[in-house]
């Protein structure tokens, strides 16, 4: 559901730029702000979850991406750039959260499960668009990313079912946060 959201958003970005009459340059920069903030995004998030509980991440980062997403539509000027770097990182730093997540709840197929938040994930979304592509032509295009803006809230609903993990104390010996129910 992150997927499709936070890349439904990127995918559909350029054809926003298009429809208000942006040249390619200008949704080009939009498109090249928001993927990069992602980046940042997970490096800080992933940097923050070794060292607490990345749950509370995971869920806030979520949680808060959907303003700055739908900000990014409904501003004008530079306000747009500043709210979809916002957006870009919040929804896309918890990639890297989630696969190392995954990998302690299965460390003997860690590279099997590896595959789940990143490609399969990425796969499904992919899947999608033709149906919000369907949407777009019939409702608009900025209707169809408001609808993409929110899926990260369903995520984090989701996501409220992760089990809750114990930070390790920092030493060379440990290999990661141990998983615990509930």
Known sequence: VR??????????????????????????????????SGVVGSLIL???????????LVLGSLVLSTPFMLLALSTDGLLPLIMLSLGGAMVFATNSILVAMVQQC?????????????????GVAGLT???FGLMADISGVQGVMRIMALLPLVAAVVGIFLPQWVTPSRNVQNSGPEVTGG
């Not at 299965?106 to 990425?122: D, E, I, M, Q």
């Open 3 to 36: 997927s499709i959201g936070g890349f439904g958003f990127a995918f559909f970005l350029p054809l926003l730029g298009q429809e208000r009459g942006l040249s390619i340059l200008s949704w080009g920069i939009a498109l090249s702000v928001y993927n990069l």
């Open 46 to 56: 992933g940097y923050l979850a070794d060292r607490r509980d990345p749950k509370p």
């Open 106 to 122: 299965a460390p003997t197929n860690a590279g099997f499960v590896s595959s789940l938040p990143g490609g399969f994930s990425w």
């Open 129 to 131: 668009m033709p149906l």
